[in-house]
């Protein structure tokens, strides 16, 4: 039996597609508006503004829903443009001292 890593599931940046990110968001905020629809339909009869206080969270929470798994799908990409970038600027700084070093013994 393997053991699994306790690390979040992070996208590698090979695989990582738009449509993918979409699709994933998109499909959490319809989840959970379709479990927010039947407690609100629920509601609106006997409880109109209670109703409605529901519907405004339930947009609420769609809007953060869809933020935390974009987030969280990006999260990856971000982690491996950061990786990328520090690469660059350690090959930039030891360029840089290298003809630093070559014009020293220049003079």
């Given at each position: 039996?393997?053991?699994?890593?306790s690390e979040p599931k992070q996208f590698s940046p090979e695989k990582f597609s738009?449509?993918?990110?979409?699709?994933?968001?998109?499909?959490?905020?319809?989840?959970?508006?379709?479990?927010?629809?039947?407690?609100?339909?629920?509601?609106?009869?006997?409880?109109?503004?209670?109703a409605l206080c529901v519907a405004i969270m339930a947009i609420v929470l769609m809007?953060?829903?869809?933020?935390?798994?974009?987030?969280?799908?990006?999260?990856?990409?971000?982690?491996?443009?950061?990786?990328?970038?520090?690469?660059?600027?350690?090959?930039?700084?030891?360029?840089?001292?290298?003809?630093?070093?070559?014009?020293?013994?220049?003079?």
């Amino acid at each position: 039996m393997s053991a699994k890593s306790s690390e979040p599931k992070q996208f590698s940046p090979e695989k990582f597609s738009i449509a993918k990110l979409v699709f994933y968001a998109l499909g959490a905020g319809t989840l959970t508006l379709a479990v927010m629809i039947p407690i609100i339909v629920a509601l609106a009869r006997p409880y109109p503004i209670a109703a409605l206080c529901v519907a405004i969270m339930a947009i609420v929470l769609m809007v953060a829903v869809i933020a935390l798994v974009s987030r969280k799908m990006t999260a990856g990409i971000q982690h491996e443009i950061d990786r990328r970038r520090a690469e660059l600027a350690t090959e930039h700084s030891r360029a840089d001292a290298s003809v630093n070093r070559r014009e020293e013994k220049q003079n």
